[in-house]
């Protein structure tokens, strides 16, 4: 199979701050993500003044207003180029989520290679106008929605191919209980809209990102922190680099593992058919001449010699040399 695009989402986790983000890069690239992705806003483009924080926001930060959080959160365009360029030296995709116009605009002259819309946006019509007219590959988040939700949104990007959207599955909450995470709906994303399904993990373990590798996802991201004791809104969702490593790791082996589809015997098991299939024996000796039957002919291993599949062929036939006991019978 493809190899899963796996994704370090660091999202805000740099708490603001460019050094932490530039660490961010570092660790990502050594656990063996594919990209690490952080978010671009303005803030006050972003929220209004009234707009309250989430449960799990207010828990985490003790913020109860989104546009003082995302204040504190934000970097400077300047900082992303800067970003942008430290993930090249470092050599890890780098990518980012713009949630303003602004922002969309910035990234686009930034040259990311595809852009990634989050869930909140994905009934934001002008914004996704604005994203389907640059022509980017596209990954589009689908948490908290219905399917109609998502009928809709791909309208906006009907002249796309297939190659060129990849959808997301997800479960808006930090962290996603696994009762609600729904991992079938991959199945049915990838069968009503004929585009490649990946999955957006919430989840606090790797259970459910390895369970959607082998369902068929495509794309897998998982937040990503250095420390989950950090101050901020998705630290304690997030996952630390040693826990990003052992990810990845087992989504290595769940491509590998999963193979072809094609039921033959692998190259490793070869070896064993002889050791652990039986052959025709004689049970007990048999003279040349002897009528061969059931009560001179058993089955033992190794299964070197006639199969016990071809049984009803042989009873009966004649025996045309003598036998020991345990001999393989040969014809």
Not at 15 to 34: M, S
Not at 251 to 261: A, P, T, V
Request: hydrophobic share 40%; proline share 4%; with cysteine.
């Amino acid at each position: 199979m493809a190899k899963t695009f796996i994704i370090a989402e660091a999202g805000v986790n740099h708490n603001g701050n460019i050094e932490i983000a530039k660490e961010l890069i570092i660790k990502a690239k050594e656990v063996g993500a594919d990209a690490i992705k952080f978010q671009t806003f303005i803030a006050k483009e972003l929220v209004t003044d009234e707009a309250k924080t989430a449960i799990y926001q207010e828990h985490n930060m003790g913020a109860k207003s989104q546009l003082h959080m995302l204040e504190e959160l934000e970097l400077s365009f300047d900082n992303f180029v800067e970003l942008k360029t430290y993930a090249m030296e470092v050599g890890i995709e780098f990518l980012s989520t713009p949630f303003d116009f602004q922002s969309i605009e910035f990234l686009k002259n930034l040259s990311l290679s595809r852009m990634k819309i989050p869930s909140g946006e994905i009934t934001d019509k002008p914004y996704l106008k604005k994203i389907a007219k640059l022509g980017l590959p596209v990954i589009l988040s689908t948490g908290m929605c219905t399917m109609d939700e998502i009928s809709e949104a791909l309208k906006v990007f009907e002249n796309y191919p297939p190659n060129m959207l990849t959808l997301l599955h997800c479960t808006t909450e930090y962290p996603a209980p696994f009762e609600d995470i729904n991992l079938n709906a991959i199945i049915t994303l990838r069968e009503a809209f004929g585009y490649p399904v990946g999955y957006s993990d919430h989840t606090s373990g790797i259970e459910a990102s390895i369970a959607a590798v082998a369902l068929g996802a495509v794309v897998i991201e998982k937040h990503f922190t250095l420390d989950k004791a950090m101050i901020g809104p998705d630290h304690k969702a997030s996952m630390m680099p040693s826990e990003f490593k052992m990810l990845v790791h087992a989504i290595r082996n769940i491509e590998k593992s999963l193979g072809d589809g094609k039921k033959v015997p692998s190259v490793s098991e070869r070896k064993n058919i002889s050791l652990v299939r039986k052959s025709i024996v004689a049970s007990r000796n048999i003279e040349k001449g002897e009528i061969f039957s059931e009560e001179n002919l058993g089955v033992k291993r190794p299964g070197d010699g006639i199969s016990p599949m071809n049984w009803n062929s042989i009873i009966g036939l004649t025996s045309t040399k003598s036998y020991r006991k345990d001999e393989k019978i040969k014809l």
